[in-house]
């Protein structure tokens, strides 16, 4: 019913930046919070950074001053805006969002397949 596919992964230098897109797509009513997450190979996934539907943010310490994330509620859409990229922030990230699939209906949960985010020299 709902799809969310992030964009825009890839291998960057210390330093870099580099801007991620989820894009909701199918059949729902609304998109409520939408958080990006990261996980690395042998480590606990994490919280990166969250919207609300006003666009209110929330940032993980290790990404503060860092890390944007932003929203266009017109295209469905949540950014995360990565600039003075660190080895340790190599990870896959993924998009989750809180969907309500109609007027009358609760939210449920979706998860986008994630994108990777290398960052060496």
């Known amino acids: 019913q709902v799809q969310l596919v992030e964009s825009g992964g890839g291998l960057v230098q210390p330093g870099g930046s580099l801007k991620l897109s989820c894009a909701a797509s199918?059949?729902?009513?609304?998109?409520?919070?939408m958080t990006w997450y990261r996980q690395a190979p042998g480590r606990q996934r994490e919280l990166v950074a969250s919207?609300?539907?006003?666009?209110?943010?929330t940032y993980a310490d290790s990404v503060k001053g860092r890390f944007t994330v932003s929203r266009d509620n017109t295209k469905n859409t949540v950014y995360l805006q990565m600039d003075s990229l660190k080895p340790e922030d190599t990870a896959v990230y993924s998009c989750?969002?809180?969907?309500?699939?109609?007027?009358?209906?609760?939210?449920?949960?979706?998860w986008g397949q994630g994108t990777q985010v290398t960052v060496s020299s």
């Open positions: 919207t609300t539907r006003d666009g209110t943010t």
């Open positions: 199918g059949s729902f009513f609304r998109i409520y919070a």
């Open positions: 989750y969002g809180n969907v309500q699939s109609g007027l009358y209906s609760s939210t449920r949960p979706y």
